[in-house]
């Protein structure tokens, strides 16, 4: 995607300061173990992911979410909602919940990986 971006705001959001960094592919995806390395190497110990259900599946397909965090509402995203790609029944084996309040209406849960 960043190959076909528009150069005029690539260059207008690296004047703001924006850094691009190259990403190695995989079947036609961002190759997930390779850019956690390479942010890594950039000094990165902790990331948030925040792309979306696509996103987030991907992350917890390769097994590199150190943390669960799900925020529940009781009115959907959207026309239709949107499908979340983990809730609370569904947590993968080895996470423990750490906590969960509700504010109001809304619900939160933490969950950590057990090293």
């Known amino acids: 995607a960043c190959a076909e971006a528009d150069p005029y705001r690539r260059a207008a959001l690296e004047r703001a300061?924006?850094?691009?960094?190259?990403?190695?592919t995989y079947e036609g995806d961002i190759a997930l173990?390779?850019?956690?390395e390479d942010l890594a190497?950039?000094?990165?110990?902790?990331?948030?992911?925040?792309?979306?259900?696509k996103v987030a599946k991907a992350f917890l397909a390769e097994?590199?979410?150190?943390?669960i965090v799900l925020f529940?509402?009781?009115e959907p995203i959207g026309r239709s909602g949107i499908v979340s790609p983990i809730d609370a029944n569904h947590?993968?084996?080895?996470?423990r919940k750490?906590?969960?309040?509700?504010?109001g209406e809304d619900s939160y849960a933490e969950w950590i990986r057990d090293f």
Do not use: K, N, Y
């Open 41 to 53: 190497a950039l000094g990165m110990a902790s990331v948030l992911v925040e792309g979306g259900a």
């Open 91 to 95: 947590i993968p084996a080895g996470f």
């Open 33 to 36: 173990p390779e850019l956690l």
């Open 63 to 67: 097994g590199l979410v150190d943390r």
């Open 17 to 24: 300061g924006v850094r691009f960094i190259g990403t190695e």
């Open 98 to 103: 750490l906590r969960d309040m509700r504010f």
């Open 72 to 74: 529940q509402g009781q």
